[in-house]
């Protein structure tokens, strides 16, 4: 009797794992669409940038940035931060470790 109601216990939780394993599925497939659009958006400069053209630098860092200077400059302007790499910098590998 007790093996009678164990097994059910068990079948009862499988199932239940299977219906969430096939109904992720189907998010994680929206997910991905949506994901890679958002991508696409912002590579093309996110959202507000209609017209598709660069900014020039002296319109996105003004003197009222907040810069940290370092290995590469980081400004904060408003909420937002923008990362100024050397050229000398890019292509190069790097480990940077934080503590």
Excluded: Q, W
Aim: aromatic residues 10%; proline residues 2%.
């Amino acid at each position: 009797m007790n093996y009678g109601k164990s097994t059910f216990k068990l079948l009862s939780v499988l199932l239940l794992s299977f219906t969430f394993v096939f109904t992720g599925c189907k998010t994680t497939e929206n997910a991905s669409d949506s994901s890679s659009e958002s991508s696409s958006r912002s590579m093309r400069g996110g959202p507000g940038s209609g017209d598709g053209e660069m900014k020039k630098y002296s319109e996105v860092v003004t003197d009222e940035a907040e810069t940290d200077e370092g290995l590469f400059d980081v400004h904060k302007v408003d909420d937002k931060y923008y990362y100024e790499i050397p050229d000398d910098l890019l292509e190069k590998e790097m480990l940077l470790v934080t503590r």
